[in-house]
């Protein structure tokens, strides 16, 4: 019976204790013909002070040491309550090594970006934001969604954000429609760039920020854990990418023509010797040449591919609103001529229009969870070099 639930629950969580008591006795080492009993833990910096305190009330004898690398130290993740919404798609992929950067921060506003972008339209994001809100108070029981209706909430204000942006409500073109007034028509998202649609090109620019954003970050990871020494051939591959696209964007704008030039030959020289000559230090040149080659081939193949992979950004977002759009014609089909004379043709009308628009709600949430997921894990984790083989820390406690 439902009254009965709250007590199985407890007592389940009564059992776990018990298990994870008798996993900790079974673990401990012992010594001396049980005698003596050998723990090791870990204990986060904040907290020392009063595990101190602990052990020297309980007369316990004890060993502090740093870890290592060889540990397998387990992390806790410091994250403010918006980050916070995201650690799970973190978890999906893999917690942070004990020498890795947190992701989550990254991953947070770019899949909320992606997934409003993916959605494209600004009505479902407000019903997104209903079903979150519901959710979250626990008015609407979807057992699926339990625990998630703040996330929920807050991908349905990026879309609706975004989606008007873009100019999408329900599968209408705001900017086409008569009634929407001249003023927003101005700040949506429309025409095009050097004949492709702008929405595709921004897709483009985002990606291949993001992408580089990736590489950056995977330079200063990388060089905290082993030194900038075994790292030549990551910066020089960054400067090259990151620095000659700052450069060409700079040589556009506001530098002069000499000194553009004289800039990307700086950044041309300085990444060849990284990236060919002093790629791994002490070791023939010849070789170091040989493997920047290969590496070559390898990142002009990777990148090129993992920027085009971000137009699905703007494909999805198109294909949902085209899905929206053919149910609004369909329901408008039944209605006849004019909409004054219907009587009848209310309710399959209706129907149509409820029943499509549910449907390409649920397949947009769909494709714009798992596409930006797979840009996050793919796209922007290989470029970060992140590793996620981490242990999370689940201390042992009532």
Known sequence: AKENIPALEAELKELQQQIDWKRVTLNTETECDGALKLLEGFCPIDQVPALREMLAKQEVYYQEE??????????????????????????????????????????????????????????YGILLMIIG??????????????????????????????????GTFMGIDLYAADWVPQALKDVMIKGE????????????CIGVFHICLAM?????????QTGFKENIATWGWTLLIVGGLIAAILGMTVLQEAVF??????????????IYIFNTPGRNPLINIGAGLWETYNMATGILGDVLSYIRLYALGL?????????????????????????WQ?????????????????????????????????????????????????????
């Open 66 to 123: 740093d870890p290592t690398a060889e540990d397998n130290t387990p992390i806790k993740l410091r994250n403010n309550r918006f980050t916070k919404l995201f650690e799970s798609l973190t978890g999906m992929y893999g917690w942070p090594n004990y020498g890795e950067f947190d992701p989550t921060p990254i991953l947070a506003p770019f899949f909320l970006l992606f997934f409003a972008m993916c959605m494209g339209d600004c009505g």
């Open 193 to 204: 760039v050097m004949g492709y649609d702008v929405q595709m090109v921004l897709a483009i």
């Open 319 to 343: 294909a949902g609103g085209m899905l929206g759009a053919a149910f609004n014609d369909l329901g408008l089909m039944v209605m006849g001529e004019t909409i004054e004379g219907a009587t």
């Open 261 to 274: 030039k004289w800039t990307l030959i700086a950044v041309a020289v300085v990444s060849a010797l990284g």
């Open 216 to 224: 950056v970050v995977k330079a200063i990871c990388y060089t905290k």
């Open 133 to 166: 809100v519901l959710i979250a108070k626990k008015k609407l029981n979807i057992a699926m969604f339990e625990g998630l209706g703040p996330i929920i909430t807050v991908l349905g204000v990026g879309t609706t954000v975004v989606g008007f942006f873009l």
């Open 346 to 398: 209310w309710i399959p009308f209706i129907l149509i229009l409820v029943l499509g628009h549910v449907l390409n709600l649920a397949m947009s949430a769909l494709g714009a969870f798992v596409h930006p997921l797979r840009l996050s894990f793919v796209e922007y984790f290989k470029n970060a070099g992140y590793e996620g083989k981490g242990t999370l820390y689940k201390p042992f406690k009532k």
